[in-house]
C-alpha cells in the first residue's frame, strides 16, 4: 500500500531541487492549472478590498488594532509566491541589470526607515513594498503575456461582479455617501481601477478570440466576453471615478504604438538595436514631455471638463509635497513617514492638507521617502526594464500589452499613490517589466500559441525532457 501511495504521488509531481517537475503531460497540466489559480487569487487578493471587507466585521467589534490582522493577510497571501523564486532561483545572466535596480530602490526604501523616528511602522511598510514587488517577479516570470491578461482579468472580474452583486444586495458601505458604488472597495477610486482593468483585458481577450477563428466555442465565449463589457462598464460608470480614464487611453496608444513599431520592424527588418537606442529614448520622451505639459497646464485643462481648478485637492498636496521634497531632497523623510513627522506636516500651509496621509501622487511618495537618491533608482529600473522589454515586443505583438499595462499604472500614480506594498498595481508593474528570471517559465497547454521569447544568452530549460532524465 505504502509502496502504491508512493508511485502515486511520484505521478503527480516529483519535487527535485525546488523545482516542480511533472512526469506526464497530465501531471503538468494540473500543477499548471493550480499555480494559475493562485495567480488570480494573488491578484484578488492584492486589490485589498477583499481583505479590508473579510476584517470589517472584527474592526467593529473587537478593541484590538485591525492593521497588523491586514497585514498579516496580505503577506500569507504572498508567500507562496516568495518560495516559488526562492526555490526555483534566478538566472545568473540577469543578475545585471533592471533587477540590480529593483533591488537597489527596494534596499535605499528599507534603508530610509533608519532616519526616521517611526521606524516602528515604516518599517513594515518598506517590507510590504519589498514583499510584494517579490511576488511581481513570480508572476511577471512565470507566465506569459497572455496568460496574465487572462490572470489578470479573472481577478478583476472577480472583484466587480461581487461588487455588483453586494451593491444589489445593499451590503453595508457598497455606496458612499454620494450614492456612487464601492462594492467591496473602500473608495470609488479603489473599485474604479479595477472595473477599468476588467474592462481593458476583457477587450483584449475578445480581440484575440476574434482573430483565432478555428478556435472552438469561439461564439460562445465572445458571448460571455460582451456580458463581461457590459458588467464592467455599468460597474465603473456608476462608480462615479474618473482616474483610471486617462490611464487607459495612455495605455491604449503606448500599446498601439508599440504594435505599430513591430509591423515596422517586421517590414522594414531595422534592427532591434536601433529601435532600443533610438525609438524607445524618443518615446520616452515625448511621454516625459506630454506628462510636463499636462502638469504645467492642469488647470487649462481640467477647466476643459468643467472641473474645478484644484483638482479635488490633489493641487494643493502635491505643492505642498514637492516642497517637503525640496527641503529633503537628497534622502527624503523616509519610506512612507513624511505625512506622520510633525516637522513635515508643520511647514507653511499645513492647513491646506489638514487630514491628508498621502501625496495622492506615487513619483512625489517616492520622492518624499527617498529622495532624489530613491527617484533616481526608481525611474532607473523603470527605464532599463523597459529598454529590456523592447526586443521582445516589437518581436512579438502580444507583448505589447506589457507596455500598455505599465504605462497604465505609471500614468494612474499621478493621481493616487499606487508605488506601494500589497497593491496589485505595483505587483503588475513589477510583473509587467519583468524579463525572464525564473529557470523554468511555464507554458499551459493550449493557453497561450506565442511563448515569449527567452532573452539573448538564457537557455530554457524544457521540463518535460528534464524530468525524463
Keep these: ?14 519535487v527535485d531541487y525546488g523545482l516542480v517537475k511533472p512526469s506526464s503531460r497530465l501531471s503538468q497540466a494540473i500543477c499548471s492549472s493550480w499555480e ?16 479590508y471587507k473579510i476584517w470589517r466585521t472584527a474592526e467593529f467589534y473587537t478593541p484590538v488594532p485591525i492593521t497588523p490582522t491586514w497585514q498579516a493577510t496580505f503577506i500569507a497571501v504572498q508567500i507562496p509566491a516568495l518560495m516559488l523564486v526562492a526555490k526555483r532561483g534566478l538566472n545568473r545572466d540577469l543578475r545585471t541589470g533592471p533587477l540590480l535596480s529593483l533591488v537597489g530602490f527596494l534596499a535605499w526604501m528599507v534603508a530610509s526607515t533608519t532616519w526616521t523616528n517611526l521606524s516602528r511602522y515604516t518599517s513594515i511598510d518598506s517590507l ?28 478583476m472580474h472577480l472583484g466587480v461582479a461581487i461588487s455588483y452583486f453586494a451593491v444589489k444586495r445593499t451590503w453595508t458601505e457598497s455606496l458612499d455617501g454620494e450614492g456612487n458604488w464601492t462594492g467591496i472597495y473602500f473608495n470609488r477610486n479603489s473599485l474604479g481601477p479595477v472595473a477599468m482593468l476588467g474592462l481593458i483585458t476583457v477587450l483584449a481577450i475578445a480581440f484575440s478570440l476574434w482573430r483565432s477563428r478555428q478556435k472552438p466555442f469561439r461564439l460562445h465565449a465572445l458571448a460571455a466576453v460582451c456580458v463581461l463589457v457590459v458588467l464592467d ?7 462615479g471615478s474618473s482616474t ?19 509591423k515596422w520592424h517586421g ?37 476643459l471638463f468643467g472641473k474645478a481648478d484644484f483638482f479635488n485637492g490633489r493641487s494643493a498636496l502635491w505643492h505642498y509635497s514637492w516642497t517637503g521634497f525640496l527641503e529633503r531632497p537628497i534622502i527624503g523623510w523616509g519610506w512612507r513617514a513624511a505625512w506622520s513627522t510633525p516637522e513635515f506636516l508643520k511647514r507653511d500651509l499645513w492647513w491646506t492638507t489638514a487630514g491628508a496621509s498621502w501625496s495622492h501622487n506615487g513619483f512625489l511618495e517616492v520622492l518624499l ?3 532624489l537618491v530613491g527617484g533616481l533608482l526608481f525611474a532607473s529600473y523603470v527605464l532599463w526594464a523597459g529598454q529590456r522589454t523592447i526586443a ?33 498595481l505595483w505587483l503588475l508593474l513589477v510583473a509587467v517589466l519583468t524579463p525572464l528570471t525564473i529557470s523554468e517559465p511555464m507554458t499551459l497547454r493550449g493557453f497561450d500559441s506565442h511563448p515569449r521569447q527567452p532573452d539573448p544568452g538564457f537557455q530554457q530549460v524544457d521540463v518535460a525532457s528534464s524530468s525524463q532524465s
Design 392 to 424: 521582445t515586443v516589437v518581436s512579438i505583438p502580444s507583448e505589447s500589452w506589457r507596455i500598455g499595462m505599465a504605462m497604465f499604472v505609471l500614468v494612474a500614480c499621478t493621481q493616487e499613490v499606487f508605488i506601494i506594498g500589497n497593491h496589485f
Design 128 to 155: 510590504a513594498l519589498t514583499v510584494t514587488a517579490g511576488a511581481g517577479l513570480y508572476l511577471g516570470s512565470r507566465f506569459t503575456s497572455r496568460q496574465l491578461v487572462v490572470i489578470v482579468s479573472a481577478a
Design 267 to 303: 517590414k522594414t527588418g531595422a534592427p532591434l538595436e536601433a529601435i532600443q537606442r533610438v525609438v524607445y529614448p524618443a518615446f520616452v520622451t515625448f511621454t516625459l514631455l506630454i506628462a510636463w505639459v499636462g502638469f504645467r497646464y492642469q488647470a487649462s485643462i481640467v477647466g
Design 36 to 51: 494559475a489559480i493562485y495567480g488570480v487569487i494573488l491578484v484578488f487578493g492584492l486589490t485589498q478590498g477583499p481583505v
Design 1 to 14: 500500500m505504502y509502496a502504491r501511495a508512493a508511485r502515486s504521488s511520484k505521478f503527480w509531481c516529483e
Design 244 to 262: 483610471s480614464m486617462g490611464a487607459a487611453v495612455v495605455g491604449a496608444l503606448a500599446a498601439l504604438i508599440w504594435v505599430v513599431v513591430g
Design 233 to 239: 462598464v455599468v460597474v465603473y460608470v456608476r462608480s
Design 369 to 371: 521617502g527617498g529622495g
